[in-house]
């Protein structure tokens, strides 16, 4: 109920203008992608229009919003016979079949032919792309939507009223005027990526089955018989076509596309005219190189006539038009053989399985061999040797198994199962334990992966390690690759990544593809980089869990190799985005005597870090007493309760030291709290534990009573940015770096914390989750424009 219940007819007019806000916000949004307010405030206007609804159930209307989260489920879908069949369109492959069909349509056409003076008469031909979705029809009544079909075979379907009433973008009454009478829209609804991807992971969390791929979940998703199961699933429509209308459309596919979007029904962005076929070639490669940027997946290109009196003069084929085709890309997906399975050691020493598979073409490439991640993905497919697997490559991503087909399953399939030694080493394979800590407990469970225990005396470890170390990110030792780190190690001429560093011009022009001036090169880049600054050496390393970013922001906020060497688990977690498991890799890391023993090689040999100096001010008395107490995770003390101890003792040791009678002066501090807190300092390593940390935290300069700096305020600190398209004026590397010295921390991903959003051509499911949640987007000359206002 509202606050105060409204009189009928104030009601009804409320909720006719709620009506009309609503859709008019959802035409901007998914129309025009122009957001015109934020989330909070659609949900806003949202939830007092079904509060206002609930109140006068009379005035609820099938075209409302509201109705758009599903009915009950129904028995069994029932059939549509389509009265302007929905036609299947023929396919060309090769260049050549969109050739032999522009042929076709001038033949067709009877326009003049090319000779050797001329190309001839050049046809327009509209230009979209194919999405990978299910084909439907909508039916619009005086503007109303009364029905929704699949395409079934072309001539019936399926009645899937109640699910396409669920799809956000659809319109329940078209916008504007102008629209005829009976309106049969055609269209293709599809899941978007990033919908695909946090749909997966929803059915992972709950148990569910995964979907193999975004056609095969919006295709689920419609033909659910629970419209409710519909409604939650991140479905969009784009129309591309029209069946069924008494009129009054425009002469041209393009302009009544157009026409359509003004009546509030998605089309395609990426749109556009081709005046003949030269320009339709241009079109499907410019389109299959921003494919993977797309937020939606495609599998080609349709091109159709674009004059509808030109498509009525070509007619129709069997059961497809002549005057329309579509231009697919190479398959993405095909069926081979899994002829066994290898393991891989990396870095780290995780041990991958990787899948050998009988050479399939895939997406215009010879795969033979497949990422399998772990053992637990082996598991989760349920894939033996033997069996016949989906196998999918999505631009230079690496090929992965999608899933088995069972029924195929020969009967010597063999199942998959992890080495006890190292196939390199031959050192033992053991699995990694995940710990979770939490208030006064450690559980201990099983992880996904498996290591060889063998470190660097690993020869695939130590290449593997070698070859980050060198890597550009890293300390960016120029000619330095895969296969000369190989022989290094190989020929035993380097061990660790200290023995780089003594290697000499005899050792170096001995080696395959070495002559004078490429061993002089390669020493002078080795040389070069003994001055790395402290975060690439400290990325450079090769710390578990511990990528570029992290490595950033250990070097700026502790200042020193040697502080960030010595820092306890718990002083770590002190720092953004360090939590408890990357805190005690970090620590483990440095503990380890071999490991201790490189870096100092390392420094003897003449490697010096850049820009090591004091705790950075941000960090400065950065702990209280309260939050130290609440990170010993003593049972039954919450931050609350540590707040409490703090305010009422003043330091830890008399903390420590606190009998019954001073701990029941403790305000609300219950018989089970107090008796926890004694017991755990009463254990001995506990008391020294926590007396250790704090003694760091002094002597970092984090302690509470330590003195408190000021900090230079950067004008983008606390800020987080993404990058996503092409960049034409600088790389994105060099937008990374002007963001990261503003004091902006650029990540990978958006999310609701995301400050911006620099948007290049080609920029895809970013974009449009930026979109999504209303946030801040620059496009590249936007963003030089702050960035040059901001260094002012």
Known sequence: MTDAALPAQQAAERIAALRSEIDAHNYRYYVLDEPSVPDAEYDRLFKELRALEAEHPELVTAESPTQRVGGEALAAFGQVRHEVPMLSLGNAFEEQDLLDFDRR?????????????????????????????????????????????????????????????TVRNIPLKLHGSGWPAVLEVRGEIYMPKAGFEALNAR?????????????????GSLRQLDPRITASRPLELCAYGVGRSDGGLPGNHIDMLKALKGWGLPISRELKLAKGIAECRTYYQAIGEKRDALAYEIDGVVFKVNDFAQQRELGFRAREPRWAIAHKFPAREEITELLGVEFQVGRTGAITPVARLKPVQVAGVTVSNATLHNMDEVARLGVMIGDSVIVRRAGDVIPQ????????????????????RCPVCGSAVERTQLVKR????????????????????????????IIHFVSRRAMDIDGLGDKIVEQLVDKGLVASPADLYTLTYEQVVELEGFAELSTKNLLA??????????????????????????????????????RIGKALPEV??????????????????????????????????????QEEGELHAEFAACASLAGFIDKLNIPFIAATGAERLAARFGSLEAIIGADWLDLRQVERLNEKAARALRDFFDAPENAERARAIEAQLREFGMHWDSERKAAAGLPLAGQTWVLTGTLEAMSRDQAKERLEALGAKVAGSVSAKTHCVVAGPGAGSKLAKANELGLKVLDEAQFIAELETLQQ
Do not use: M, W
């Open 572 to 609: 770590l977690t002190y720092l953004p985005d360090v939590g408890g498991e990357v805190a005690h890799e970090i620590h483990s890391f440095f503990g380890d005597a071999h490991n201790r023993e490189v870096i100092a090689q390392l420094r003897e040999r003449g490697v010096a870090f």
């Open 401 to 420: 198994i999608l899933g088995v087909i069972a029924e195929r399953r020969p009967a010597d399939a063999r199942a998959v199962h992890v080495p006890e």
């Open 105 to 165: 349509v001038r033949e067709g056409l009877d326009l003049p032919a090319g000779d050797l003076f001329g190309g001839g008469a050049e046809v327009e031909y509209s230009c979209e792309p194919k999405l990978d979705g299910l084909a439907v029809s909508l039916l619009y009544e005086n503007g109303q939507l009364v029905r929704g079909a699949t395409r079934g075979d072309g001539s019936t379907g399926e009645d899937i009223s109640a699910n396409v009433r």
């Open 438 to 465: 939490s208030k006064g407990r450690e559980s201990v469970s099983e992880g996904s992966i498996y290591r060889c225990v063998g470190r660097l005396a690993c020869q695939a470890q130590l290449k593997q390690a």
């Open 203 to 219: 059915q992972l969390e709950n148990g569910g089955k995964t979907f193999a791929n975004p056609r095969n979940a919006a295709a």
């Open 525 to 562: 880049s080795i040389d070069k980089s003994r001055t790395p600054s402290l975060a690439r050496f400290i990325f450079a390393l090769g710390i578990p869990d511990v990528g570029e970013e992290t490595a950033k922001l250990l070097a700026r906020a502790l200042g020193s190799l040697e």
